[in-house]
């Protein structure tokens, strides 16, 4: 017997900023402030809304080469197409659908940047980008990268809807992604009246970003752009949509460790944030091109 889980607050959308030339986005929540982990193992959460990129030829839209240690990096494309390399030498283009979860581990340095064949043609640009905290035990592990094309992405049909399973399980399907601790992430997608329910132990984590339409969240309005901040009481989930609506849901079990970080690094404590910053101006980050 699960009961429904609180709802600790509605956000509406904070202001937006730019994250280098291409990335319009408003910053959900954040581990920033004071080591802040309300919502670990998830730190951060940047979300562009729909937004029309007039064509260029400039294609460094976007940030250049910058580092990232003990942490993953999760981009998701909903619209438009996003270009990424690495100094592991891993990269490729993501377009609408699909997502990159780059394990920055140990240290690497890459480029975000828009692909090059969006960036001439324009168009329409919709994305998130949200950052994995990983456990102590994993924060010096060998950086990775996994390319999760939309059709290796875990599919739930429901009567008036689609789950898509990024990572975790829902409904006995498991998403692609590898994660280093249980965290589920849902791309949910509900026609007018459609209904979806989820259930995660009360103790995990868990935050729901609505990017289109309105939504009722256990019994709660929200509509486009608002964040709902899931509390600990009770399990279980239940969205239903008074529109179309999509949405992303996040969930995981905390990190229980403590946070120190300093801009593109994230540790456990500040003499491995020293420790982060040293081994990147030695250089220990590897080499990328602009
Ligand atoms: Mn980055």
Request: avoid cysteine; charge should be negative; proline fraction near 8%.
């Amino acid at each position: 017997m699960t009961t429904a889980r609180n709802i600790e607050q509605v956000y509406g959308p904070p202001p937006p900023h730019w994250v280098g030339d291409g990335f319009p986005v408003r910053g959900y929540f954040s581990h920033i402030p004071k080591g802040m982990r309300r919502l670990s193992p998830f730190l951060l959460m940047d979300y562009a809304r729909p937004y029309e990129f007039p064509p260029t030829e400039n294609l460094r839209r976007g940030v250049g080469p910058h580092p990232h240690r003990g942490f993953e990096t999760v981009t998701i494309a909903f619209q438009g197409s996003v270009a990424h390399h690495d100094s592991a030498g891993n990269g490729g283009v993501i377009h609408p659908g699909d997502v990159q979860w780059m394990t920055a581990g140990s240290g690497i340095l890459h480029r975000e940047y828009h692909a090059a064949e969006f960036a001439r043609k324009g168009g329409t640009f919709q994305m998130a980008q949200i950052w994995v905290n990983l456990p102590a035990r994993d924060k010096m592990t060998e950086p990775a990268y996994q390319a999760i094309t939309a059709d290796q992405m875990g599919a739930v049909d429901l009567p008036h809807g689609r789950v898509r399973v990024i990572a975790g399980e829902y409904r006995g399907v498991r998403g692609p992604a590898h994660t280093f601790s249980p965290l589920g992430m849902f791309d949910v997608d509900l026609r007018s009246g459609g209904k979806a329910e989820f259930d995660f132990p009360a103790n995990w984590n868990a935050g729901l970003l609505v990017m289109n339409g309105h939504v009722m969240v256990n019994g709660r309005p929200a509509k486009a752009d608002d964040f709902v901040l899931f509390g600990h009481e009770g399990e279980s989930v239940s969205v239903e949509a008074g529109s179309d609506a999509r949405m992303l849901l996040l969930s995981g079990k905390p990190i229980d460790e403590p946070v120190a970080s300093y801009g593109p690094f994230v540790m456990n404590t500040p003499a491995e944030i020293e420790a982060a910053i040293r081994d990147f101006q030695a250089g220990k980050f590897g080499h990328l091109d602009e």
